[in-house]
């Protein structure tokens, strides 16, 4: 069974940048990926990048595509995701969450994190 621990939210002005840590633990061969969702208030769960353990392949929705950087150390058994030119739309709780394969939607995946807090006001 994985365990997901995020890190690193905060609060941010728009057009800033924030960088979440997702440590894991427990994976298994069959844990193959690893993604980033966000749901903000009174939204549902939704699919921010998703990247491979083996080969490092990343996918992104479309709304973060060229701002945001998933990314993967295999030793560490860690996940980022470097969010850059940060927009009020991108508030939310973010989570990670492991999978056998990248996919967009959240009940691909059977384990979740706790999520970090992230809030962009001036």
Known sequence: QVQAVESGGGLVQPGGSLRLSCATSGRT???????????????????????????????????????????RDNAKNTIWLQMNSLKPEDRGIYYCAAGCDMREGPDEYAYWGQGTQVTIST
């Open 29 to 71: 061969l069959s844990d193959a990926a690893m993604a980033w969702f966000r749901q903000a208030p009174a939204k549902e769960r939704e699919f921010v990048a998703a990247i491979r353990w083996n080969g490092g392949r990343t996918l992104y929705a479309d709304s973060v595509e060229d701002r945001f950087i998933i990314s």
